[in-house]
């Protein structure tokens, strides 16, 4: 073990003699460390050099917001400055190259101290502007004069409006089509800013021109223009709006001239109003409309339906109905027109009441039996003039139906007629009856 120690000792001094030998100026022709020790000895220098120079070093401060202040009587009148506010000054400073590295534009007010005393009423005014240092930096000096020295602003009462927005587009369209009116995306705008130049604006409108033949509808994206009472366009920074543009639609239908053609529900089978013998029973009217619309709807559009007129209903003295226009969608009707009225000539048709007692019962569950209170019903029944004679009672069934009823008692049913042998002959009206279902 002692052998080992003494071992260690020798190794150890022969290593610090060999440091030892190394000479210093030999690191330097090692090019990494000649190189680190270069750029920490500028450093040193530089920090030093700096800390004991005393030269002026001057320096531009630019974009200083200018502050306009005005007095509280003028704020209580209404005065606003709505040019001037957001101008922008610069400064000369001079001093330690330290200092004046620090310094930005928030250490440096730049006003118009007479603002408060002058501005009293709606006008333009002239004001000259100083600087002072704020902040905790104020080893430096501020040698030159606010550039600009001078700045004019103007003030005025705040004022809002509403104006409607006045479509002027020049266009041609194509013959036999139809232009709706000018669609805004925006019909009203509001404008703001000083009330003289509010008071100035005497409408606002959008303008442009489409050349040539138009057949189809035109957007346009169109910016507002104000005008004044001369009808010269008016332009003011100082003026804002709800919205700077908007956008134009017109509206370039095609336009046609459509029939009108009536329908009829629960007719006899040889009763045709809209063909045949008893065509010319009917009258529509309009019989026609000038229908307008996109052409690939209107092209192809040759009559419009009305809704069905339930036959059930019609008699000797209610033969005249009222039906809407239903146009397709994206259609208008020219004349204004969305209805129509529809007369059946009755001149040529009888009436007579008959008393049914041939019920049917339908969809009957096979458990239970349904009889009629009284056993009879009172019909009317209508027929051309010279058949309604020769119809019976034996020649109506009532028809009951009995889908779904699962209770037994009294209960009131809807009856439909079925006639027999009579192909042009209907009932009029709606019929109920009361049943009784037993088990």
Request: with cysteine; aromatic share 8%; glycine share 6%.
């Amino acid at each position: 073990m002692i052998k080992k120690v003494k071992l260690d000792k020798m190794f150890w001094k022969r290593q610090f003699n060999k440091i030892r030998n190394i000479r210093m100026g030999k690191l330097f022709y090692n090019n990494k460390f000649a190189a680190i020790f270069s750029v920490f000895a500028s450093f040193i220098t530089w920090i030093v050099v700096s800390s004991y120079d005393s030269d002026i070093v001057p320096v531009t401060i630019s974009d200083i917001p200018v502050e306009i202040p005005i007095s509280e009587s003028a704020k209580q009148d209404g005065l606003r400055i709505f040019s001037g506010h957001n101008i922008t000054a610069r400064v000369e400073i001079t001093g330690n190259r330290i200092i004046v590295g620090q310094v930005t534009k928030d250490n440096i007010q730049i006003t118009a101290p007479q603002a408060v005393s002058t501005i009293m009423s709606p006008g333009n005014y002239t004001l000259e502007l100083s600087a002072k240092k704020v902040g905790v930096l104020q080893d430096y000096n501020i040698v030159s004069g606010v550039k600009p020295s001078v700045i004019t602003v103007m003030v005025d009462r705040y004022r809002e409006a509403e104006f409607e927005i006045e479509p002027d587009i020049d266009f041609i369209s194509k013959p036999g089509y139809f232009v709706g009116n000018t669609v805004l995306s925006t019909p009203k705008v509001t404008v703001s800013g000083p009330e003289t130049e509010i008071s100035k604006i005497k409408k606002v409108a959008v303008k442009s021109s489409v050349p040539g033949q138009i057949s189809s509808t035109v957007h346009l994206r169109l910016p507002l223009i104000m005008y004044d009472s001369y009808g010269q366009p008016i332009s003011s920074e100082t003026i804002t709006s709800s919205v700077n543009e908007v956008e134009a639609t017109i509206p370039i239908l095609m336009q046609k001239e459509i029939e009108i053609s009536p329908n009829f529900s629960n007719s006899p089978e040889n009763i045709d109003f809209k063909s045949g013998t008893y065509k010319d029973c009917v009258r529509v009217a309009p019989s026609k409309i000038i229908v307008a619309g996109p052409d690939y709807i209107v092209s192809d559009l040759k009559r419009i339906e009305l809704d069905s007129i339930d036959l059930n209903s019609v008699n000797l003295d209610k033969n005249k109905f009222t039906m809407p226009i239903n146009l397709p969608q994206n259609c208008r009707s020219l004349n204004n027109i969305y209805s129509a009225d529809v007369t059946i000539n009755m001149s040529g048709f009888r009436e007579k009441i008959l008393q049914i007692k041939d019920f049917e019962f339908l969809n009957l569950p096979q458990n239970k039996s349904a009889e009629v209170y009284n056993g009879e019903i009172s019909a009317t029944v209508l027929a051309p003039q010279n058949k309604i004679g020769l119809i019976k009672p034996s020649d109506i069934v009532a028809s009951i139906d009995c889908e779904g009823l699962d209770s037994v008692g009294s209960l009131e049913l809807p009856v439909s007629f079925r006639i027999l042998n009579h192909g042009d002959a209907w009932i009029y009206g709606k019929y109920y009856v009361n049943v009784n279902i037993k088990n």
